[in-house]
């Protein structure tokens, strides 16, 4: 089987992005998890205080929230620029 038929192929197309997507989430969480460690964790201890679990959690939270922000902006920038080149395309 050569490289062409392989990515003729929507299943395995949708499953290496799939695969892509999983990949890229873990990688977020884990770059939440190192800085939201660095910033939260005084010393460790066999269990968390509240006021770090509260660090954890707001922290993380922001992550998420600012994420969120970015992803829609992106979202409403492609909108903006399909529109206008839609518009173009008519003229």
């Keep these: 089987m050569d490289g062409k038929a392989a990515s003729a192929d929507p299943q395995l197309e ?3 992005e799939m695969a892509s997507q999983n990949l890229k989430i873990h990688q977020r969480a884990r770059e939440f998890m190192e800085v939201c460690w660095e ?3 005084d ?3 066999p269990k968390l205080d509240s006021r ?3 660090c954890f959690a707001n922290c993380v939270e922001r992550f998420i929230d600012t994420s969120q922000f970015i992803l829609n902006r992106l979202e409403q920038t492609q909108l903006r ?4 080149f839609s518009d173009s395309m008519t003229d």
């Design 14 to 16: 949708q499953f290496i």
């Design 43 to 45: 010393k460790p201890g």
């Design 52 to 54: 770090t679990d509260a």
């Design 39 to 41: 910033k939260c964790m």
């Design 81 to 84: 620029s399909r529109s206008a």
